[in-house]
């Protein structure tokens, strides 16, 4: 296992040692470039004029469709206090924990996930609070969370704006928001987790991918402090892929657009893996964590 500084990067990188890559070449995690053999590109041209207007028409949209009803049927006439937000309780909660898990796994199985295994079994929410998910690789990786829960997130404060689910999501996953550039909203976040993993309340597990942003799965960034800050037990959990092609992760830089449109394999494979849940206290530094969820990466 090697760590190292990134040219221009302030996060640390750390890739297992397995990988096929030089020390001379540090790893850029940001780019991903699809290599496509003749006999890819006829799959992708022949499978997107059916295959993939199946699973849109068919799957995809009903399970999205059906998903955003049931998150609006969860706070129908609930009354939302955002400065103190609850957990649903009741009907709500059934709605939600276990009408929309099946959703989402339609979902999943419309973009050809047709098995999820996982491996482990995860803590619950009143043993393990927090849920430390990586790598994170896309926004698919929430959906295969909900899988197995629904759980409350913490989210870039960009995706509150967004219209109608914005609020819908907010509401129905009480998801706290955050602005990384911005100390006040980070302090705020801060003090709305701490807040609710110590108010005693019934409240689901609180996702936090914390490399803090979406890579190309070559490496993992360092993580950010803030799943580890409370001193409280955590659930790591790491995804993977086990795809031929790497096309389910949408970087900053590179081919995002062909990644979407490789739509066309008939089933992916994924695996979720538990570890035991650790001691927050433990692993206050987000370092030690780090290695530790890297050494099962490999």
């Not at 799959?43 to 028409?57: Q, S, T, V």
């Not at 995860?122 to 609070?129: D, F, K, M, R, T």
């Not at 999501?169 to 980070?186: C, G």
């Not at 991918?209 to 800050?229: C, D, I, M, V, Y």
Request: proline share 7%; aromatic share 10%.
């Amino acid at each position: 296992m090697d760590s190292y500084q990134a040219p221009n990067e302030r996060s640390t990188l750390l890739r297992p040692a397995d990988m096929a890559v030089s020390e001379e070449a540090p790893v850029d995690p940001f780019t991903l470039k699809h290599r496509f053999s003749c006999y890819d590109c006829l799959k992708i041209a022949f499978n997107c004029i059916w295959l993939f207007p199946l699973r849109l028409l068919f799957i995809v949209l009903p399970s999205a469709v059906m998903g955003s009803c049931l998150c609006m049927l969860s706070i129908l006439c609930l009354s939302y206090n955002e400065e103190d937000p609850q957990p649903l309780t009741g009907w709500r909660k059934f709605v939600l924990q276990k009408v929309a898990t099946k959703v989402s796994r339609l979902f999943m199985f419309g973009f050809g996930f047709h098995w999820i295994p996982v491996i482990g079994t995860p803590a619950a929410s009143s043993e393990a609070p927090i849920m430390v998910v990586g790598p994170h690789s896309s926004m698919l990786d929430i959906f295969v969370i909900g899988c197995r829960s629904i759980p409350t997130a913490l989210s870039r404060a960009e995706n509150k704006s967004v219209p109608f689910f914005g609020r819908i999501f907010t509401q129905a996953f009480n998801v706290i928001y955050v602005s990384r550039d911005e100390m006040a909203s980070r302090q705020q976040a801060a003090t709305e987790i701490n807040r609710r993993l110590n108010s005693g309340l019934d409240w689901p597990h609180l996702l936090i991918f914390p490399e803090g942003t979406t890579t190309n799965r070559k490496a993992l960034l360092q993580f950010k402090h803030g799943a580890f800050s409370p001193g409280l037990p955590v659930q790591p959990v790491v995804i993977r892929y086990r795809n031929r092609m790497n096309t389910m992760v949408w970087p900053d830089h590179g081919d995002s657009v062909t990644s979407l449109s490789t739509n066309h394999q008939m089933r992916r494979s994924r695996t979720l893996t538990c570890l035991l849940k650790t001691s927050g206290i433990l692993y206050q530094d987000p370092v030690v964590f780090l290695h530790q969820m890297l050494l099962l990466k490999t």
